[in-house]
Every structure is written in C-alpha cells, then in structure tokens.
Nanobody, 118 residues
C-alpha cells in the first residue's frame, strides 16, 4: 500500500496551468520535508520544489521559479504543486517525495504524468 499517492497530471497547452496533489497516509506527515521531483524521458530525475516540516521553508529549482508554487496542509496530509505558465520542457513524470532525515525514512509516490503540448 502506497504511503504517497499523486493526482492531477494530464495534458495541457503551453502557457496553461495544472495543480498536482499528493496525499500521504500512515506517516508522521508534519515531520517530513516534502518535495516534488520530475523525470523527463531520457533524463535524470530532478528536484522541482521542496517544503520543510515545521517552518515551511520552500525551495524551487531555477527552471520553475516564479511559475511553480509548492504548499502543504498538515491537517489534510497533502502537498500540492501549482504549476503556471507551463512550457513544453516541463513535460515529465512528476513524483511526490517525503523525507525525514532525522530518522532516515523516505517515501516516493508512483508518479503522475504531465504533458505540455499544443
């Protein structure tokens, strides 16, 4: 049974928007740093954005700054990625990640596909 389940991917035209969601279960959600990664065909998986537990510090890759926003809701155990002004180069499988460095646990979702094309 998956600890992280993503949703919200799909096909969108360049310039459009998508909202990815990741729902967690059976983890101490508020303790985890949450992140979205992506992997395009033939490329390595890369960090898109992250948000820490406790103080909600965020970090975004330079390629998505100003376009993508990560947020979390500890009550609902969800982390979202709002993606605006999408470009064809944003096309990839997007993965949700939860990591608790202190205890050495890490989980991945199964991924959701985002395709930006006209």
């Amino acid at each position: 049974q998956q600890h992280l389940v993503e949703s919200g991917g799909g096909l969108v035209q360049p310039g459009g928007s998508l909202r990815l969601s990741c729902e967690a279960s059976r983890i101490s959600f508020s303790q985890y740093t949450l992140a979205w990664y992506r992997q395009a065909p033939g490329k390595q998986r890369e960090l898109v954005a992250s948000i820490t537990g406790g103080d909600d510090n965020t970090h975004s890759a330079d390629s998505v700054k100003g376009r993508f926003t990560i947020s979390r809701d500890n009550t609902k155990k969800t982390v979202c990625l709002i993606m605006n002004s999408l470009k064809p180069e944003d096309t990839a499988d997007y993965y949700c990640n939860a990591k608790w460095i202190l205890v050495g646990t890490e989980y991945w979702g199964q991924g959701t596909q985002v395709t930006v094309s006209s």
